[in-house]
């Protein structure tokens, strides 16, 4: 089981760029595709960028493409999220999730991911 923990939120003006961290804790190594999701007040949550277990296959929102990068470092067991060009409509919670795949393909509903973290503020403001 991973236990993960977000990191790297703030606050940043349109234009801008930052850089979120998620670290698994998990007690056994695992063979686990990871994601970012993110929520706004009042909506959804919405699929952000997944990566698979051996960084050799994403995936990415349309509204993010092009603008954000999703990575992994395997030997820290963190995944990363640099988001550049930041908009207004970027702010929300994030979230990373994670799911035991050693498959190639990036699932984007909330429901396809077992573990989650606590989430971390993005907020976008001029």
């Known amino acids: 089981q991973a236990q993960l923990g977000e990191s790297g939120g703030g606050l940043v003006q349109p234009g801008d760029s930052l850089r979120i961290s998620c670290t698994s804790s998990?007690?056994?190594?695992?063979?686990?595709?990871m994601a970012w999701f993110r929520q706004a007040p009042r909506k959804e949550r919405e699929f952000v960028a997944g990566?698979?277990?051996?960084?050799?296959?994403?995936n990415y929102a349309d509204s993010v493409k092009g603008r954000f990068t999703i990575s992994r470092d395997s030997g820290k067991n963190t995944m990363y999220l640099q988001m550049n060009s930041l908009k207004l409509e970027d702010t929300a919670v994030y979230y990373c999730a994670a799911r035991l795949d050693y498959r190639t393909t990036i699932f984007t509903a909330p429901g396809d991911y077992v573990e989650w973290g606590q989430g971390t503020q993005v907020t976008v403001s001029s």
């Open positions: 998990a007690r056994t190594p695992g063979v686990y595709t």
């Open positions: 990566i698979n277990w051996n960084g050799h296959a994403t």
